[in-house]
């Protein structure tokens, strides 16, 4: 059962444009929504994350935009650069103590 | 920042073998999980740790798997015997609390089943 869907599955953008990926979820006990981010070779590290109290987070050049009412969240990353090509994961969790990741996308950013 | 440290980096180990993942988490940490990822595919939670127990554990959870802490020291995640559909990166995490705070998440042990 896939309770946190991605998308897209890649996604390229020219230097400076805004990056957009798209999750949405099933489990309404959810309330805890990161974004990590996973360079090659290296862990999956923690970008930025929302709980349902806010519907918008931002941090620097990232933004997380919260829709509870239509279960889907994105991440939007500001004038890009091609330092943050990596693959980025969606993930929620809730009372289960765990965290369940989306599919991820692979951000590329050309110069 | 605080880092969770895997060891191997790499195993590669016949099937029907046993292998064991060590993981030292972040060392005030109290929550333990280990995932499994599959090249190019999502990370999918194989179970979480808390005060020396299980609390959780997914359907990947094989009753060939098994994870401890003895006496604090490395989280393992043994798998015996192995099968070739275990050939993936298994990631190591720790929090400090639930899942619900930062969880910090390893390299990686790139396990290959031959």
């Known amino acids: 059962q896939q309770q946190v869907r991605q998308s897209p599955q890649s996604l390229t953008v020219w230097e400076g444009e805004t990056a957009i990926l798209n999750c949405s979820y099933e489990d309404s006990t959810f309330d805890y929504f990161p974004w990590y981010h996973q360079f090659p070779g290296e862990s999956p590290a923690l970008l930025i994350a929302i709980r349902p109290v806010s519907n918008k987070k931002e941090d620097g050049r990232f933004t997380i935009f919260f829709n509870k009412r239509e279960k889907k969240f994105s991440l939007h990353i500001a004038d890009s650069q091609p330092g943050d090509s990596a693959t980025y994961f969606c993930?929620?969790?809730?009372?289960?103590?765990?965290?369940?990741f989306g599919a991820g996308t692979k951000l590329t950013i050309k110069p | 920042g605080p880092k969770v440290l895997q060891i191997p980096s790499h195993q590669i180990i016949d099937m029907g073998q046993m292998v064991t993942l060590n993981c030292d988490p972040v060392s005030n940490h109290l929550y333990f999980y280990w995932y499994k990822q599959i090249l190019g595919q999502q990370m999918e939670f194989l179970v979480n740790?808390?005060?020396?127990?299980?609390?959780?554990k997914s359907k990947l959870f094989k009753d060939q798997f098994s994870v401890e802490r003895p006496d604090g020291s490395y989280f393992t995640l043994k798998i015996q015997p192995t099968a070739l559909e275990d050939s993936a990166v298994y990631f190591c995490?720790?929090?400090?609390?639930?899942?619900?705070?930062?969880?910090?998440f390893g390299k990686g042990t790139r396990l290959t089943v031959v």
């Open positions: 995490a720790s929090s400090l609390d639930t899942a619900n705070t930062e969880v910090f």
């Open positions: 993930a929620a969790s809730g009372g289960n103590e765990k965290i369940t």
């Open positions: 740790f808390y005060n020396g127990k299980v609390m959780e």
